[in-house]
């Protein structure tokens, strides 16, 4: 049997609508945002857009978002963006609003809101080193909660033969209520070789608190198992 360990680190701020991810990709963002985003204006990345504004570069339409999708997001560390409703919406950006966005993507956080009221953004991302670091402003933070949930799915998916539309209600609860205080989920997947092509998963949260810089949450990954505040297997 060999083991396979699957880390997720999640932290959800309400009172300043974002959570901190780790584990979770742009592809992984992408695909599991139950809102999907139609345009894209690049505050940091070495990507070049279909065309560009205000010195931004910007994707419009989901093909282009598409593309984006299938590059190599982890070779350009920082990646920042904003989403924006309308082609036009860039074009009336304001002098205030340019430095508001620049001072976003220099400090990783907003002078004021991370919603512009020219651009109508529903969410505000801002990563480095794509899946180990990751600040997501969404305008409703039950999304937030949805991308979370719905990674996890994708990797149970992906890794087991277990065939889930929906995570247990005793298991949904515990990870919503770690969601709030900082929680590192790990799925441990376990080959069993007596039933072929048969994996065991094992869920397990962990109360860790809040993260700014992963080094140093998985460098303390081994005092971190004494903290085990729930276990669930599939």
């Known amino acids: 049997?060999?083991?396979?360990?699957?880390?997720?680190?999640?932290?959800?701020?309400?009172?300043?609508?974002?959570?901190?991810?780790?584990?979770?990709?742009?592809?992984?963002?992408?695909?599991?945002?139950?809102?999907?985003?139609?345009?894209?204006?690049?505050?940091?990345?070495?990507?070049?857009?279909?065309?560009?504004?205000?010195?931004?570069?910007?994707?419009?339409?989901?093909?282009?978002?598409?593309?984006?999708?299938?590059?190599?997001?982890?070779?350009?560390?920082?990646?920042?963006?904003?989403?924006?409703?309308?082609?036009?919406?860039?074009?009336?950006?304001?002098?205030?609003?340019?430095?508001?966005?620049?001072?976003?993507?220099?400090?990783?956080?907003?002078?004021?809101?991370?919603?512009?009221?020219?651009?109508?953004?529903?969410?505000?991302y801002l990563s480095h080193d794509d899946g180990w670091y990751s600040k997501l402003y969404c305008k409703d933070q039950h999304v937030l909660s949805s991308i979370l949930i719905n990674k996890i799915l994708k990797e149970i998916k992906i890794n087991s033969n277990y065939k889930m539309s929906s995570l247990p209600d005793a298991l949904m609860e515990k990870i919503m209520k770690l969601f709030k205080r900082g929680v590192l989920i790990q799925l441990n997947i376990l080959k069993n070789n007596k039933a072929k092509d048969i994996n065991i998963m094992t869920v397990k949260l962990y109360e860790v608190g809040e993260y700014s810089n992963m080094d140093i949450l998985f460098n303390d990954i081994d005092s971190i198992k004494f903290k085990l505040s729930y276990e669930f297997q599939l």
């Open 1 to 124: 049997m060999k083991d396979k360990n699957i880390n997720i680190y999640a932290k959800l701020s309400s009172e300043n609508n974002n959570a901190i991810f780790s584990g979770i990709t742009f592809s992984d963002f992408i695909e599991c945002a139950p809102i999907h985003i139609e345009n894209i204006l690049l505050l940091k990345s070495g990507y070049w857009g279909d065309k560009q504004c205000h010195n931004f570069e910007i994707l419009e339409g989901r093909h282009n978002i598409a593309k984006l999708r299938s590059e190599n997001i982890y070779q350009y560390g920082d990646f920042c963006f904003v989403d924006y409703a309308s082609p036009t919406s860039v074009l009336q950006l304001t002098d205030d609003e340019i430095a508001e966005l620049l001072y976003l993507a220099h400090l990783y956080k907003p002078l004021r809101s991370p919603f512009y009221e020219t651009l109508q953004n529903y969410y505000t």
